[in-house]
């Protein structure tokens, strides 16, 4: 794809920001050590897929593993405030997170399946369509396009650390309004609440919150889309309502009783899956509908969710 084809992108979020993310994915996209909030990117790792499969395979675990990441499930949280208008009483999120859509194959047949009769008010998707960190994504783009066409809501997405910015044309070309540290308002019944959402901040470093916040009024009720659970602080200090993330995957293999082994962010324990609070942001980080390294998952099962808004008096 030619830079040609992110003249409207650069027209609308700037020259410098898709420079700066163009240089990162020529330079460091497939760096191991010392880019981005991790000093060891063990995605980028060649025989990370290998050695997860292995140990799976001597321990017995494998078949089940496969077996669980091909299921998705439905899950639901409740959001509660007394800052919401009282026309979004009610009001629903459809969040997807995580696809890596090339390497999760089966999730994603089972996707498809169960989406379009998933009924919301919009659909929101917090980033990597992609399974690898870097190199082709067509395949991805090809079955994230499937998924898209069975859901009948406006779409809004962001970016993910696995993404490329090359993929924004196709993305948007789906009907997903990409939000690069921009906010969109949403209205309803003459009242109105504010979606923003920020790029990487992850391995890109991309995120400007405050330019994300800059349009929206201190006393609005927003909701922000960001990659990484990491960006919690800021987002709290830019007096957002809800953050909605993904990036953990929950950890993807876990201890029984879904204990993460390892999380991939710098962050607390328990804001790395499901509902959380700090301070007065309320969080959730979904564990994903796919995988990464390898399409496996164990005692955490992937997930979409559906966010119900809900007018505290």
């Given at each position: 794809?030619?830079?040609?084809?992110?003249?409207?992108?650069?027209?609308?979020?700037?020259?410098?920001?898709?420079?700066?993310?163009?240089?990162?994915?020529?330079?460091?996209?497939?760096?191991?050590?010392?880019?981005?909030?991790?000093l060891f990117n063990v995605e980028n790792w060649n025989p990370a897929p290998f050695i997860v499969e292995t140990g799976l395979k001597v321990a017995g675990l494998y078949g089940r593993a496969r077996r669980n990441a091909d299921r998705v499930e439905v899950r639901r949280n409740l959001v509660t405030s007394t800052r919401l208008p009282a026309?979004?009483?009610?009001?629903?999120?459809?969040?997807?997170?995580?696809?890596?859509?090339?390497?999760?194959?089966?999730?994603?047949?089972?996707?498809?399946?169960?989406?379009?009769?998933?009924?919301?008010?919009?659909?929101?998707?917090?980033?990597?369509?992609?399974?690898?960190?870097?190199?082709?994504?067509?395949?991805?783009?090809?079955?994230?396009?499937?998924?898209?066409?069975?859901?009948?809501?406006?779409?809004?997405?962001?970016?993910?650390?696995?993404?490329?910015?090359?993929?924004?044309?196709?993305?948007?070309?789906?009907?997903?309004?990409?939000?690069?540290?921009?906010?969109?308002?949403?209205?309803?019944?003459?009242?109105?609440?504010?979606?923003?959402?920020?790029?990487?901040?992850?391995?890109?470093?991309?995120?400007?919150?405050?330019?994300?916040?800059?349009?929206?009024?201190?006393?609005?009720?927003?909701?922000?889309?960001?990659?990484?659970?990491?960006?919690?602080?800021?987002?709290?200090?830019?007096?957002?309502?809800?953050?909605?993330?993904?990036?953990?995957?929950?950890?993807?293999?876990?201890?029984?009783?879904?204990?993460?082994?390892?999380?991939?962010?710098?962050?607390?324990?328990?804001?790395?899956?499901?509902?959380?609070?700090?301070?007065?942001?309320?969080?959730?980080?979904?564990?994903?509908?796919?995988?990464?390294?390898?399409?496996?998952?164990?005692?955490?099962?992937?997930?979409?969710?559906?966010?119900?808004?809900?007018?505290?008096?």
């Open positions: 794809m030619t830079d040609t084809a992110l003249q409207g992108l650069i027209e609308r979020i700037g020259a410098d920001h898709v420079a700066r993310r163009l240089a990162v994915e020529t330079r460091h996209e497939r760096q191991l050590f010392g880019h981005g909030t991790l026309a979004f009483d009610g009001f629903t999120i459809l969040h997807l997170s995580d696809l890596h859509a090339d390497i999760s194959a089966g999730a994603m047949r089972h996707l498809m399946d169960i989406v379009r009769y998933v009924a919301c008010d919009i659909c929101v998707l917090t980033g990597d369509y992609r399974g690898k960190t870097y190199g082709p994504f067509e395949t991805s783009l090809a079955l994230m396009k499937d998924v898209c066409a069975r859901i009948k809501l406006p779409l809004y997405g962001i970016l993910g650390n696995h993404d490329s910015i090359r993929m924004t044309p196709a993305l948007e070309a789906m009907g997903i309004r990409m939000l690069f540290n921009e906010s969109e308002a949403i209205v309803r019944g003459g009242e109105t609440i504010h979606l923003a959402g920020i790029d990487d901040a992850h391995f890109y470093r991309a995120d400007d919150i405050a330019k994300a916040a800059a349009g929206i009024p201190r006393d609005a009720f927003s909701v922000l889309l960001a990659h990484t659970p990491e960006s919690y602080r800021a987002a709290a200090d830019a007096g957002f309502d809800l953050m909605l993330s993904g990036h953990t995957h929950g950890g993807q293999l876990c201890l029984p009783g879904g204990v993460a082994i390892k999380l991939e962010a710098r962050l607390p324990r328990r804001m790395g899956n499901g509902a959380w609070r700090f301070e007065n942001l309320l969080g959730y980080t979904s564990v994903g509908a796919g995988t990464s390294l390898a399409p496996v998952r164990l005692n955490c099962p992937a997930e979409i969710t559906v966010h119900t808004l809900r007018r505290l008096t």
